[in-house]
């Protein structure tokens, strides 16, 4: 069984808006925190948004802030990033894991492009 599976991704012109999935039959999620993060090519891994077990409580990174919304269906066990307005900077492979810290092992990600 995969570990975590982000799907979702594409490729989209700026303004355009895409909605990114993480599930796993594998873990529980709803028992964790969970945040979305991404690697653009070229550099590190960076946290974007993450939200809390009982999803009252989220956060973003200032870039994001108004643009994204993290959100989580506990019935499904999925954790979604709802991205609107996206612009170049927003490119790069986007993952899910238990956040702060990310305690599972790492997933393929899902490719977010964002060029006319």
């Known amino acids: 069984q995969a570990h975590l599976v982000e799907s979702g991704g594409g490729l989209v012109q700026p303004g355009g808006s895409l909605r990114l999935s993480c599930t796993t039959a594998?873990?529980?999620?709803?028992?964790?925190?969970m945040g979305w993060f991404r690697q653009a090519p070229g550099k590190e891994r960076e946290g974007v948004s993450c939200?809390?077990?009982?999803?009252?409580?989220?956060h973003y990174r200032e870039a994001v802030k108004g643009r994204f919304t993290i959100s989580r269906d506990t019935a499904k066990n999925t954790v979604y990033l709802q991205m609107n307005s996206l612009k170049p900077e927003d490119t790069a492979v986007y993952y899910c894991?238990?956040?702060?810290?990310?305690?599972?092992?790492w997933g393929q990600g899902t490719q977010v492009t964002v060029s006319s």
């Open positions: 939200i809390s077990v009982t999803g009252d409580r989220t």
């Open positions: 594998r873990y529980t999620l709803n028992y964790w925190s």
């Open positions: 894991n238990t956040a702060p810290k990310a305690l599972f092992p």
